[in-house]
């Protein structure tokens, strides 16, 4: 009698658990936000320390979001930099038939850099930079998962705690 309690139940669950992921579809009116940390980068400083990022993406057709990004790091010695700008990305779900909970996109932005502290010319500098990303997210609940960005940014690599908004 246990384990027919025990297959029962096994049974229900799984079958909550799977309504629970909401289709991923990426339509007009999706709304994600990203929140995370990033590593990797180019030079002693700016490879070694660790970013803070965000990022929010809007569904503004099938399977294509808008949004923007901005991310800190601070380098020591009072020297830092951040990033910011829109990006666009394309998400290949209904293209690789992706699990219901599974959403892999790649796209790219326009950001603006720029250093904060300090008195050299060096990081005084600023500018504008095209950066590439290829990404994931594991939603582990319907509005709440996990993501993993690559890319050109502030950061190579960048992970955090998704939300999913709307739809």
């Keep these: 009698m246990k384990k ?21 579809d990426i339509d ?12 990797g980068g180019g030079g002693f400083y700016y490879g070694s ?17 808008v949004g923007g990004a901005a991310g800190f790091r601070s380098f020591g010695d009072g020297y830092g930099g951040f990033d910011i700008g829109p990006r666009a990305s394309y998400h290949f779900n209904d293209l690789l038939s992706t699990p ?6 790649a796209g790219l932005g ?32 319907e509005k709440t998962g996990v993501f993993a960005e690559l ?10 705690i998704t939300f999913k908004l709307g739809q």
């Design 4 to 24: 027919f309690f025990a297959i029962v139940a096994l049974f229900s669950l799984s079958l909550v658990a799977t309504k629970s992921f909401a289709q991923m």
């Design 28 to 39: 007009k009116g999706t709304k994600f936000v990203n929140l995370g940390i990033g590593v």
């Design 49 to 65: 320390a660790l970013s803070f990022n965000a990022a929010a993406d809007f569904g503004v057709a099938k399977n294509i979001t």
């Design 100 to 105: 219901e909970n599974v959403d892999l996109y």
């Design 110 to 141: 326009i950001t603006y850099f720029g250093y904060t502290g300090g008195a050299s010319s060096f990081y005084d500098a600023s500018f504008i930079s095209v950066p590439i990303h290829l990404g994931g997210r594991y939603m582990f609940a």
């Design 151 to 160: 890319g050109s940014s502030i950061s190579v690599l960048k992970l955090g």
